[in-house]
């Protein structure tokens, strides 16, 4: 059982992470093509919080996560919900075979840290987007490695913009944008450190 399975049943009760969705969600809502009809793909979308505050946004949205734990409480939440167009899907996009559906809109929030090849998931991303779709990417800028700690090594330590940028570029991105969207805080040796998130907007050249 992965760290996110056993934490997958009380994520959606901190408030803080309720709250990131929440203006995470207003601000990839204002990038976003004022367009009808627009299908979506979240990537690592855990237990749905995000996708759930952009549901009205969207004809249909496709939920990717490997956490058999995290898609479980959101297929919950969904039936609970009563929500049509939103889809679960148990999926690894680094290594998996890719879906054969396309999207308008790809994005995430606090994932892309997570995987270790960022040039290849972006590729990835890419070859499933439609013509002139968007990729919205959430996660932290550059940190020294406090955010996730010392025994924490299977992580990048956020991102510099401008490293992001060549490497959406390189796979193909054009009209790369970005904005400051947030601070996640949290104690550090006794003090409370405010970690910065970007909002990376792109579009498929």
């Not at 490497?167 to 944008?177: H, P, Q, R, S, W």
Request: proline fraction near 5%.
């Amino acid at each position: 059982m992965s760290t996110f399975d056993e934490r997958a049943k009380d994520w959606d009760s901190d408030p803080a992470k309720v709250e990131r969705a929440r203006v995470v969600a207003n601000a990839i809502r204002a990038s976003l093509p004022q367009k009808n009809n627009l299908s979506g793909l979240e990537v690592g979308c855990g237990t749905g919080l995000l996708s759930f505050a952009l549901q009205p946004d969207f004809a249909s949205i496709t939920l990717a996560d490997t956490s058999e734990g995290m898609l479980a409480v959101l297929a919950g939440k969904i039936k609970t919900a009563g929500i049509q167009n939103m889809l679960p899907l148990k999926i690894d996009l680094a290594n998996d075979p890719l879906p054969p559906s396309h999207f308008d809109v790809i994005y995430s929030l606090m994932t892309l840290h997570h995987i270790p090849d960022t040039g290849l998931i972006l590729q990835q991303f890419f070859k499933i987007l439609n013509p002139t779709g968007s990729l919205c990417i959430v996660d932290l800028e550059k940190e020294d490695g406090s955010f996730h700690g010392p025994a924490v090594t299977d992580v990048h330590k956020g991102f510099d913009r401008q490293v992001l940028q060549r490497k959406l570029e390189t796979a193909g991105f054009i009209e790369v944008n970005f904005s400051s969207v947030y601070a996640v805080k949290k104690l550090i040796s006794g003090m409370e450190t405010a970690f910065p998130l970007f909002l990376a907007v792109a579009k498929k050249g």
